[in-house]
């Protein structure tokens, strides 16, 4: 079956990227990494994306209530994964540490008003926010009957899957030989 909408839900800092390289080799659906939905001008957050659209952007987690509500169980889900300790880790090693993500996460969200790459207590925002982001996904694909979950660091098997799922064609060659490579790590 083909699907009109894809999106592919993660915490970020897990291949999502590469992922999209990937998807880049599929010739019926266009595939974009953080393609940018901004605020329009009734100050809502686009989340209208074109038909035969593979979308990669872990904001989209924090607007699983308007997906639902847009595209529910028309869409279908990749839950994108890797070894939590692994993204956590690579959260910190960013070096915009302190204008992204974990910052908004831990000041934000938590109100810690001392949040500062220095402090040495900062991992556990990363390791809080991966786990929150993971349940919140979860919850979110309990009710959704096309879907299913990518491991980042076994890819090979689960994007053949996913590939034959969505029905895509192209070049699945030259889209699994895309996750021999890195892009976008964190130094």
Known sequence: MKYKNIFILSAGRCGSMTLIKACNHITNY????????????????????PENHIESDNRLTWFLG???????????????????EKISNSYLKRKTLNQGILQAFAVNIFQQKKWSISNSGYDWAAKH?????????????????????????????????????????????????EFSKKYNSSK
């Open 129 to 177: 926010y991966v786990d929150t982001v993971y349940n919140n996904i979860d919850f979110f694909l309990k009710n959704k009957s096309n879907k299913m979950e990518l491991d980042i660091d076994y890819p090979i098997k689960s994007f053949k899957e996913f590939w034959l799922k969505i029905n895509a064609e192209g070049d699945l060659k030259s889209a699994t030989r």
């Open 66 to 84: 308007t997906l639902d509500k847009l595209y529910g169980n028309d869409a279908f889900y990749l839950k994108l994964t890797r070894e939590k």
């Open 30 to 49: 266009t595939s974009v990494h953080e393609s940018g939905r901004f605020l329009e001008s009734d100050q809502k957050y686009n989340l209208i994306y």
